[in-house]
């Protein structure tokens, strides 16, 4: 730092002091800690801060979000470390400025007029004169055309000889001083908005950070904060409609909460979309009521568009579901009945369910009105496509292990084929899995549902093999009726057993149960059955849905055929004993809402605004110095003129040649 460079002095007095000072002065330590903050503020740029602590085990893996962890690079800008760097350079810098500041302040007022002839011949810039005027008329002489150049002068007479000088640009050194307080201003700033109190409450246990997913009303007085809290970031979510007269701060693994002095009410809440449908912009109509006031306080906020209020910037930040009210179909995918059954739910709600398997926690978790997705059709460039509304859930067994599920209201397009979307994922680290449930003719999926449910129709599916076997057999064998059982034995196994772990089970028991020389030629015979067995239950399907198969099955009912076994198949992994289907929705919204404190937030404006003016005091104010030493040689009056440019010389030297131009006219 440029006042560390000049910082040459020590305390005499105090040699312990002096070592102190030297050492909290020093470029070195100035120059480290200001690297320092520099890369922890690339970190905290890149890494996005405050994110709960699952997504960054997600993103970085248990070990990675560990050490992560304990250097602090989910909240650089609180961490304990950082802010300790911030404190250190504010006393390195506030050194600077102590030792430094007076020995430059004495150098803007002073003149210099302390001079030596040997040492004004020996600048660079120089020139000489000799003329029969006398001292008092040079001065008189020069004064005006120096004061024209800018230069403020003073004049002294020293014995035998007579010194003017003049400076221009003296604020220049002011520079140094405002650079160097700018940072000090900025790091207080920083450390008043980095919540020193708050650090201190939760390294003490004053505070208790809440892990629990519980209602704001029954988080415990331990985490919370009071009001008064001088500064702070958080979140909150409000739905269309509703209040809030809190926020969340994300902290660690956990949160805390922070009450503010007044109530936000969202009147209203708007989003534009792209005929993609991509957010174009949204904004939130609000209603502050606060008991200090005798009316309510209405305002729009949008993005980069906030509201500041007593202290408080309030941001718009996201938006969500707000508990949409959604009306549900069930349909069960094991067993005999499949009699769907409507449910009414809304999202952030849970609804308790009777299955097949048992008792099931359906986790509403969210609804988006539109969704953009990448399509790759084959042929075809990618490109974007909005498939409509869709939902998410999860279904928790009764020992707390949830799958998560993203279904899609509307068919969705493929390769010229519609078909239902259904995603699962196990973990939140995967990506969504999907299952693909055909259309049939009337839009729906009643007929996959109908095929689905009679291959665990096991009554129906003894009847129908019998039939087959019986008509793909001889009557005039003798060991007909044992050929007859014992294949259709084989059908009903084969069928039940691909309803239950679709063609991988078909090929697995085959793996297991026959000598590997004969496998491939078994399979191929198990395979052909299994087919012909399923395409006589479609073929009874169709009949009893009413289509003529006189001309036999249509192209369309064939492709329908295989695209409801290959999701027939997938539904061994699939994970739930039931599809819900979305029927009908009302769309809630909510606004995300970011509400800070930040009384140190004017003084890093402050600290900026000083910044920007000791950069143009340094680089764009020329300091430069003028002497003219006047005395009496061998009977004339001599007139040296010497000068020196702190920046831009190659200026300071064209002014100087001007300069000694014009005197050059005067003093002939």
């Given at each position: 730092?440029?006042?560390?460079?000049?910082?040459?002095?020590?305390?005499s007095?105090?040699?312990?002091?002096?070592?102190?000072?030297?050492?909290?002065?020093?470029?070195?330590?100035?120059?480290?800690?200001?690297?320092?903050?520099?890369?922890?503020?690339?970190?905290?740029?890149?890494?996005k801060?405050?994110?709960?602590y699952?997504?960054?085990?997600?993103?970085?893996?248990?070990?990675?979000?560990?050490?992560?962890?304990?250097?602090?690079?989910?909240?650089?800008?609180?961490?304990?470390?950082?802010l300790?760097?911030?404190?250190?350079?504010?006393?390195s810098?506030?050194?600077?400025?102590?030792?430094?500041?007076?020995?430059?302040?004495?150098?803007?007022?002073?003149?210099?007029?302390n001079?030596?002839f040997?040492?004004?011949?020996?600048?660079?810039?120089r020139?000489e004169?000799?003329?029969?005027?006398?001292?008092?008329?040079?001065?008189?002489?020069?004064?005006?055309?120096?004061?024209?150049?800018?230069?403020?002068?003073?004049?002294?007479?020293?014995?035998?000889?007579?010194?003017?000088?003049?400076?221009?640009?003296?604020?220049?050194?002011?520079?140094?001083?405002?650079?160097?307080?700018?940072?000090?201003?900025?790091?207080?700033?920083?450390?008043?908005?980095?919540?020193?109190?708050?650090?201190?409450?939760?390294f003490?246990?004053?505070?208790a950070?809440?892990?629990?997913?519980?209602?704001?009303?029954?988080?415990?007085?331990?985490?919370?904060?009071?009001?008064?809290?001088?500064s702070?970031?958080?979140?909150?979510?409000?739905?269309?409609g509703?209040?809030?007269?809190?926020?969340?701060?994300?902290?660690?693994?956990?949160?805390?909460?922070?009450?503010?002095p007044?109530?936000?009410?969202?009147?209203?809440?708007?989003?534009e979309?792209?005929?993609?449908?991509q957010p174009?912009?949204?904004?939130?109509?609000?209603?502050?009521?606060?008991?200090?006031?005798?009316?309510?306080?209405?305002?729009?906020?949008?993005?980069?568009?906030?509201?500041?209020y007593?202290?408080?910037?309030?941001?718009?930040?996201?938006?969500?579901?707000?508990?949409?009210?959604l009306?549900?179909?069930?349909?069960?995918?094991?067993g005999?009945?499949?009699?769907?059954?409507?449910?009414?739910?809304?999202?952030?709600?849970?609804?308790?369910?009777?299955?097949?398997?048992?008792?099931?926690?359906?986790?509403?978790?969210?609804?988006?009105?539109?969704?953009?997705?990448?399509?790759q059709?084959?042929g075809?460039?990618?490109?974007?496509?909005?498939?409509?509304?869709?939902?998410?859930?999860?279904?928790?067994?009764?020992?707390?292990?949830?799958?998560?599920?993203e279904?899609y209201?509307?068919?969705?397009?493929?390769d010229?084929?519609?078909?239902y979307?259904?995603?699962?994922?196990?973990?939140?680290?995967?990506?969504?899995?999907y299952?693909?449930?055909?259309?049939?003719?009337?839009?729906g999926?009643?007929r996959?549902?109908?095929?689905?449910?009679?291959?665990?129709?096991?009554?129906?599916?003894?009847?129908?093999?019998?039939?087959?076997?019986?008509?793909?057999?001889?009557?005039?064998?003798?060991?007909?009726?044992?050929?007859?059982?014992?294949?259709?034995?084989?059908?009903?196994?084969?069928?039940?057993?691909?309803?239950?772990r679709?063609?991988?089970?078909?090929v697995?028991?085959?793996?297991?149960?026959?000598p590997?020389?004969?496998?491939?030629?078994?399979?191929?015979?198990?395979l052909?059955?299994?087919?012909?067995?399923?395409?006589v239950?479609?073929?009874?399907?169709?009949?009893?849905?009413?289509?003529?198969?006189?001309?036999?099955i249509?192209?369309?009912?064939?492709?329908?055929?295989?695209?409801?076994?290959t999701?027939?198949?997938?539904?061994?992994?699939?994970?739930?004993?039931?599809?819900?289907?979305?029927?009908?929705?009302r769309?809630?919204?909510?606004?995300?809402l970011?509400?800070?404190?930040?009384p140190g937030?004017?003084?890093?404006?402050?600290?900026f605004?000083?910044?920007?003016?000791?950069v143009?005091?340094?680089?764009?104010v020329a300091?430069?110095?003028?002497?003219?030493?006047?005395?009496?040689?061998?009977?004339?009056?001599?007139?040296?003129?010497?000068?020196?440019?702190?920046?831009?010389?190659?200026?300071?030297?064209?002014e100087f040649?001007?300069?000694?131009?014009?005197?050059?006219?005067?003093?002939?």
């Amino acid at each position: 730092m440029a006042l560390s460079a000049t910082a040459t002095r020590q305390s005499s007095r105090n040699p312990g002091s002096g070592l102190l000072l030297g050492f909290l002065g020093s470029m070195n330590l100035a120059i480290t800690l200001l690297v320092t903050v520099g890369i922890a503020s690339i970190v905290g740029t890149v890494l996005k801060q405050n994110e709960a602590y699952q997504n960054y085990i997600i993103k970085f893996g248990p070990f990675w979000f560990e050490v992560f962890n304990a250097l602090g690079l989910y909240d650089v800008y609180s961490a304990a470390w950082f802010l300790l760097i911030l404190t250190f350079l504010v006393l390195s810098t506030s050194t600077c400025i102590y030792r430094n500041a007076p020995q430059m302040l004495h150098d803007m007022r002073s003149y210099r007029l302390n001079v030596r002839f040997s040492s004004l011949n020996a600048f660079h810039n120089r020139h000489e004169w000799r003329t029969n005027s006398t001292p008092a008329a040079l001065l008189a002489s020069l004064t005006p055309v120096v004061q024209d150049f800018g230069y403020r002068i003073r004049s002294e007479q020293q014995g035998d000889h007579l010194i003017v000088s003049g400076k221009k640009g003296a604020i220049n050194r002011l520079g140094y001083l405002f650079t160097h307080v700018a940072i000090v201003v900025i790091c207080l700033g920083g450390l008043l908005d980095g919540n020193l109190p708050l650090k201190w409450r939760a390294f003490t246990g004053d505070i208790a950070i809440e892990t629990r997913d519980i209602p704001a009303s029954e988080v415990p007085p331990a985490s919370r904060l009071p009001v008064t809290n001088p500064s702070f970031r958080g979140s909150v979510s409000v739905p269309e409609g509703s209040a809030s007269d809190m926020v969340f701060l994300t902290l660690r693994d956990g949160y805390l909460v922070q009450p503010l002095p007044f109530t936000i009410r969202v009147k209203d809440f708007r989003i534009e979309h792209y005929e993609t449908g991509q957010p174009k912009s949204f904004e939130s109509d609000l209603v502050i009521d606060d008991a200090e006031r005798n009316e309510p306080l209405e305002a729009t906020i949008a993005v980069n568009h906030p509201l500041l209020y007593k202290g408080y910037a309030i941001y718009q930040a996201s938006f969500g579901d707000g508990g949409s009210e959604l009306e549900l179909r069930l349909w069960p995918l094991l067993g005999a009945d499949g009699t769907p059954r409507d449910i009414a739910g809304a999202v952030f709600k849970d609804l308790e369910l009777d299955t097949s398997v048992g008792k099931l926690q359906l986790e509403l978790t969210n609804f988006r009105l539109f969704n953009i997705n990448p399509v790759q059709e084959e042929g075809k460039e990618k490109t974007l496509r909005n498939f409509g509304p869709n939902f998410s859930f999860k279904l928790r067994n009764e020992r707390g292990e949830a799958v998560e599920y993203e279904n899609y209201m509307s068919p969705v397009t493929m390769d010229g084929r519609d078909f239902y979307l259904s995603g699962v994922r196990y973990e939140p680290a995967e990506p969504f899995h999907y299952l693909y449930i055909p259309v049939d003719a009337q839009g729906g999926i009643e007929r996959f549902m109908q095929f689905n449910t009679w291959l665990h129709d096991l009554e129906r599916i003894q009847r129908i093999a019998g039939e087959t076997a019986a008509q793909s057999l001889p009557e005039s064998k003798a060991d007909a009726p044992e050929l007859a059982a014992g294949l259709t034995q084989s059908m009903v196994r084969l069928v039940t057993l691909f309803a239950a772990r679709g063609f991988d089970g078909v090929v697995e028991e085959v793996e297991a149960s026959v000598p590997e020389a004969e496998q491939s030629s078994v399979l191929d015979a198990y395979l052909k059955v299994l087919q012909t067995m399923l395409a006589v239950m479609y073929a009874e399907l169709l009949t009893e849905n009413g289509v003529d198969l006189t001309q036999g099955i249509s192209m369309q009912d064939s492709v329908f055929f295989d695209d409801a076994l290959t999701a027939i198949g997938a539904l061994g992994s699939y994970g739930a004993p039931l599809y819900v289907q979305l029927d009908s929705f009302r769309h809630i919204q909510s606004t995300g809402l970011q509400i800070a404190r930040a009384p140190g937030k004017t003084m890093v404006y402050i600290g900026f605004a000083l910044l920007i003016a000791g950069v143009f005091c340094m680089f764009y104010v020329a300091a430069n110095r003028l002497w003219f030493w006047i005395d009496t040689k061998d009977g004339q009056t001599r007139v040296l003129l010497a000068g020196s440019g702190l920046r831009h010389q190659r200026d300071f030297e064209k002014e100087f040649v001007r300069l000694q131009q014009i005197l050059d006219a005067r003093f002939s």
